[in-house]
């Protein structure tokens, strides 16, 4: 019975392993944050057509969002 050693390539330093792994874990991480704030988002401004323009409206009306900024915005809950 014989037992067979992992070979390591000489030019390549061991801690490259773990190193991948951690910038694995970090992917992995960094994107379940992105969905979670992402569908966070989602829910709060899943509020009825209606008073999400009414919301934008006001704030146009109080001159926190410009012209520009309002009518983009009424573009983008139109389109849902």
């Not at 919301?55 to 900024?69: M, N, P, T, W, Y």
């Amino acid at each position: 019975m014989s037992i067979v050693a992992e070979t390591h390539n000489p030019l390549v330093p061991p801690v490259y392993d773990l190193v991948w792994s951690a910038v694995a874990v970090l992917v992995v991480v960094a994107v379940v944050a992105i969905v979670l704030v992402a569908r966070r988002s989602r829910r709060r401004s899943s509020g009825p057509l209606e008073q999400r323009l009414a919301e934008l409206d006001d704030l146009h009306a109080r001159g926190v969002i410009s012209d520009d900024e309002h009518r983009a915005a009424r573009a983008e809950t139109l389109r849902g």
